[in-house]
Nanobody, 117 residues
C-alpha cells in the first residue's frame, strides 16, 4: 500500500507562487504515474497535471505555463510548483498514484490552497 502526504498549502496573493510537496511511502514514485488534482468548492475534482514514470509531464490547459510538476526520487517526493496564481486556483489539492493503467489507486489527504485577489 502506498501512502501519500501532501504539504505546502496556504494563503498566497494573486500573482504569487507556492510549492506543494507530496511524499510517498510504501512505493517508489519513479515507478508510477503521479498525479496532482484539485477540487474547488462546489466543483468536481479535476486533474491538474501528472508525471509519468518516464518523467514526462502533462498539464491541464488551465494551468499550462504556470504550474510545473517535478520529482526528487531520492526523497521519494513529487512537487507542484504553482506560479502566477489566480483566485480561481483556490482549491484543495491532492496528489495521487496510479499503479497501473486506469484509475488512481491511492490518494493523499489534500492540502488547502487559497489565492486572494
Amino acid at each position: 500500500q502506498v501512502q501519500l502526504v501532501e504539504s505546502g498549502g496556504g494563503l498566497v496573493q494573486a500573482g504569487g507562487s507556492l510549492r506543494l510537496s507530496c511524499t510517498a511511502s510504501g512505493g517508489r514514485i519513479s515507478s508510477y504515474t503521479m498525479g496532482w488534482f484539485r477540487q474547488a468548492p462546489g466543483k468536481e475534482r479535476e486533474l491538474v497535471g501528472r508525471i509519468r514514470s518516464s518523467g514526462i509531464t502533462d498539464y491541464a490547459d488551465s494551468v499550462k505555463g504556470r504550474f510545473t510538476i517535478s520529482r526528487d526520487t531520492a526523497k521519494n517526493t513529487v512537487y507542484l510548483q504553482m506560479n502566477s496564481r489566480k483566485p480561481e486556483d483556490t482549491a484543495v489539492y491532492y496528489c495521487a498514484v496510479r499503479l497501473m493503467p486506469g484509475a488512481y489507486t491511492y490518494w493523499g489527504q489534500g492540502t488547502q490552497v487559497n489565492v486572494s485577489s
